[in-house]
């Protein structure tokens, strides 16, 4: 799943158990700046089974967690890049 909004603060570890109370976590991964390592504001959470991630998206989405809505959606695969460049 995708989760975006996120609090700069959310942890990876918060980020799972949040989830954890709808099903088993596989991974929980909060994208971080490459440069300063700071959270960008979202995520990727994989839960057990199909089952338990609707119910993860059902439950969570449009969540406040420190202030700001959570959103939870399916994950998508990320587009491939062109090559065709424009300068």
């Known amino acids: 799943m995708y989760v975006s909004n996120l609090s700069f ?3 990876e570890d918060e ?3 949040m989830f954890e109370q709808f099903g088993t976590v596989s991974s929980a ?4 700046d490459r440069e300063t390592g700071r959270s960008r504001g ?6 057990g089974s199909d089952d ?3 119910s993860a998206i059902k439950g969570l989405n449009n969540t406040e967690v420190e202030g700001r ?8 695969e990320k ?4 090559d065709n460049k424009r300068w």
Not at 42 to 47: D, L, R, Y
């Open 15 to 17: 980020l799972k158990k």
């Open 69 to 76: 809505a959570m959103s939870v959606t399916i994950a998508r």
């Open 42 to 47: 979202f995520g990727f959470v994989e839960m």
């Open 9 to 11: 603060h959310t942890g």
């Open 52 to 54: 338990e991630g609707n």
């Open 79 to 82: 587009a491939p890049r062109s």
């Open 29 to 32: 991964k909060v994208i971080t």
